[in-house]
């Protein structure tokens, strides 16, 4: 974000608008939770979450990202090299109290997203005026899913958001493979070459740059940076369906290959569906691989 800049332009001339950090830690919590879908890709449920434990405390922000999975979001204005330990603490604390969580949930948005929490992947957002190498460092060594997000101001009425550092805690599911990708149907089951296609897929997913995490639901799996780009449903008999957060608007669509599928229900998130059935057709869909990736 070093290199961003802004210009607000008026019939008197050109101005620069410089970036600024907020006055206070609540003008930036305000903001990202009053458009947290649009911002993390993540359902607002509760702000200043209050913890039943002997110690106490108040989770800035709690949400849910879009393939079910539990998101802590921790703010400080400035930098702060305790962001980090105080928001593994609460996630330690959600972990151990499921009920609790599921039934926000439950409250906020009914009993069907309740009962498919995905457990397995919580994740930790800590949006903040800076961090330091050592904060970088320090994610990696741990095993939560956790993304480090600066932002700035701009003006009165402009946020950026630039992501520092992003690792899943799932470190075996997030390194290149070739073969016996997580929740790939057998070979047998789906036929080789299709399971061969799906597999280059993945490899072509995660390899779009760092910091691309992978999420496995029962129906699809997900890529996602800090919001999914691209989800991947399981091989049917002739091709591979792929969703990609890529706007169906902006694509020329090919029948059979492309179709905007707004507003029409299926597996995992994305507006353009895109049908593979050889790894030509990965080469043909590089482009809007990347354009997903850089969307997100």
């Known amino acids: 974000m070093s290199g961003l800049k802004l210009f ?16 206070v830690e609540a003008d930036v919590q305000g903001l990202v939770e ?11 449920l509760a702000s200043e979450y209050v913890i039943d434990c002997a110690d106490g405390g108040r989770i800035d922000s709690l ?3 879009e ?8 703010y400080k204005r400035g930098t702060d090299a305790g962001v980090i330990n105080q928001g593994l603490y ?7 109290h499921k009920d609790a969580f599921r039934n926000l949930v439950r409250d906020r948005l009914g009993a069907s997203a309740a009962s498919q929490v995905l457990w397995s992947a919580p994740r930790l957002i800590c949006v903040a005026g800076d961090f330091t ?5 320090a994610v990696r060594e741990h095993r939560r899913s956790i993304d480090l997000v600066r932002y700035r101001f701009f ?7 630039e992501t520092v550092a992003s690792v899943t805690g799932r470190t075996p599911a997030a390194r290149r493979v070739r073969r016996g990708a997580p929740g790939l149907p057998p070979v047998r089951a789906q036929g080789r070459a299709l399971a061969e296609l799906a597999e280059a897929v993945d490899e072509v997913l995660l390899g779009l740059g760092d910091g691309v995490s992978r999420v496995q639901r029962k129906q ?8 999914n780009f691209a989800c991947v449903c399981p091989p049917q008999k002739t091709k591979l369906l792929i969703y990609l957060k890529a706007d169906p608007k902006e694509v020329d669509l090919v029948p059979g290959f492309t179709r905007d599928v707004t507003g029409l229900g299926h597996h995992g998130t994305g507006d353009l569906e895109v049908r593979l059935r050889s790894e030509r057709d990965v080469e043909r869909a590089a482009d809007l691989f990347r354009a997903s990736y850089a969307a997100a």
């Open 34 to 44: 009053a458009h947290m879908e649009a911002m993390l890709g993540v359902r607002f």
């Open 90 to 96: 609460y996630m330690s604390w959600l972990m151990a």
């Open 155 to 161: 003006g009165t009425d402009l946020i950026g958001l």
């Open 67 to 74: 393939n079910g999975a539990p998101v802590v979001v921790e």
């Open 8 to 23: 607000h332009t008026t019939d008197s001339g050109v101005t620069e608008v410089v970036p600024r950090l907020a006055e």
């Open 133 to 137: 190498r050592y904060d970088a460092h």
């Open 63 to 65: 949400g849910l990202d």
């Open 220 to 227: 699809y799996r997900a890529y996602q940076r800090l919001r």
